[in-house]
């Protein structure tokens, strides 16, 4: 089993700048994709940004030059640094590990933009 654990949400004005970490712990042997999702309440998750063991990224349209991730391989952790939030930035993130052919999620993070 596999133990995924988000830190880092918060609230912060609009313009401002938030980082979420994951931590992932427990039966790990090779991780493949690392990435963020976020869902509002009685809407789908989707995704935010992921990257790959090899360094390939991905991100939603709508945050494309705002968010940045990253991973620490040494340390199963990946980070998303959010800069110039929004007020629809504002929903919970999930912390998503797959580890083929095993999916993992974190318990989620609330990130809150005011106007």
């Known amino acids: 089993q596999v133990k995924v654990v988000e830190s880092g949400g918060g609230s912060v004005q609009a313009g401002g700048s938030l980082r979420l970490s994951c931590a992932a712990s427990?039966?790990?042997?090779?991780?493949?994709?690392m990435g963020w999702y976020r869902q509002a309440p009685g809407k789908q998750r989707a995704l935010v940004a992921a990257?790959?063991?090899?360094?390939?990224?991905n991100y939603a349209d709508s945050v494309k030059g705002r968010f940045t991730i990253s991973r620490d391989n040494a340390k199963n952790t990946v980070y998303l640094q959010m800069n110039s939030l929004k007020p629809e930035d504002t929903d919970v993130y999930y912390c998503?590990?797959?580890?083929?052919?095993?999916?993992?999620w974190g318990q989620g993070t609330q990130v809150t933009v005011s106007s």
């Open positions: 998503n590990i797959v580890q083929d052919p095993w999916s993992y």
């Open positions: 427990g039966n790990i042997f090779s991780i493949n994709v």
């Open positions: 990257m790959t063991s090899g360094g390939s990224t």
